[in-house]
């Protein structure tokens, strides 16, 4: 049923995950939200004359830097760049920070991260290392620059919500992690991003956010928070991949995923773009002038009606505590 899926995934830890991103907006009390740069997308954009700065960092899971080093450095540069692009910006560099018991551990992180760099053509120009800590640890940091902004903080109600991924990949055996990215052609994977900052420069998009490790779920959480939305998801109509389940995919990384908040008449357009260069890009749901997210599916049963669940409401419970309303 779908409030029993509901409940699971509710208490998964992509979705606690973000609620985390809580204890910086708490820290930071009302000093965070101003004219100049707001928190809670992706990056921040920094005005810079004409054209804005974008800033960003992300820190690896240990277990995954435990596990498997050379994918963990990839993954540290990759979705920084995903971040870039995702609010309609391209890459100038990234700086990484490095913690690590011993040299010889490092070499398989530095592999990774060297090349992500090479395949999305992104410069490693400084940053951290230290080769005596008693654990292992890995962060990088990425600097771009966007002409106009695609941003968390701009869905608005009769939006359609389109999820955009690419499905010539597989799923990693050990985490939720779909890998689309470590064995594809590093011109097509570029090409596939560039689709970003044309989107945000015609103004065919001016909304949305990189498929995180939060899933579908959790990122559409956080497009609605900071947008000061409802929304509601049609289950049935994401795309997933055939070999993995609906639950899981809706809390996995997808390695090239957006979500897009689009003007209606602007949606076939859009989907061109994608369409174009063999990209999966599909309509999931509408965004409400609520605060709810309601999550809609069809049961097996054709006789039965239509289940619509309510997933989260922000008058209830906040998830990063960055809210367009504060």
Not at 99 to 122: F, I
Not at 155 to 172: E, I, N, T, W, Y
Not at 202 to 210: H, I, V, Y
Request: net charge negative.
């Amino acid at each position: 049923m779908l409030s029993e899926l509901v409940a699971r995934l509710k208490r998964s830890l992509s979705i606690q995950h973000k609620q985390d991103i809580q204890t910086a907006a708490i820290a930071l009390g009302g000093d965070w939200h101003s004219d100049r740069v707001l928190l809670g997308d992706d990056c921040a954009a920094i005005p810079d004359g004409d054209d804005y700065l974008l800033l960003a960092a992300e820190g690896m899971l240990p277990q995954l830097l435990e596990t498997d080093p050379w994918f963990a450095g990839w993954c540290a540069v990759m979705v920084n760049v995903s971040d870039i692009y995702a609010m309609g910006g391209t890459p100038i560099a990234v700086v990484d920070t490095l913690w690590s018991q011993s040299l010889e551990s490092t070499q398989a992180v530095w592999e990774g991260m060297k090349a992500a760099a090479r395949t999305y053509n992104v410069p490693i120009v400084g940053g951290h290392t230290n080769c005596h800590s008693p654990y292992n640890a890995l962060s990088v940091a990425i600097l771009g620059r966007a002409k106009r902004l695609i941003t968390s903080f701009h869905a608005q109600p009769r939006d359609l919500l389109l999820v955009a991924v690419d499905f010539r990949g597989k799923s990693h055996p050990d985490y939720p992690f779909w890998n689309a990215a470590t064995t594809a052609d590093p011109v097509r994977l570029r090409e596939n991003l560039s689709i970003l900052p044309h989107l945000a420069e015609s103004g065919l998009c001016d909304a949305g956010k990189d498929i995180s490790n939060g899933g579908i779920l959790g990122t559409l959480l956080m497009l609605l928070e900071t947008s000061g939305c409802g929304a509601i998801l049609d289950l049935d109509k994401i795309p997933c991949p055939t070999e993995i389940p609906l639950e899981r995919w809706l809390v996995s990384f997808p390695s090239y995923g957006f979500l897009l908040s689009v003007r209606p008449d602007r949606v076939a357009e859009v989907q061109a773009q994608y369409h174009q260069q063999n990209l999966v890009c599909e309509v999931v749901g509408e965004v409400q002038p609520t605060t709810e997210l309601i999550l809609r599916q069809n049961p097996s049963c054709q006789e039965s009606q239509e289940e619509s669940v309510r997933f989260w409401d922000f008058s209830q419970e906040s998830l990063t505590g960055f809210s367009k309303k504060i």
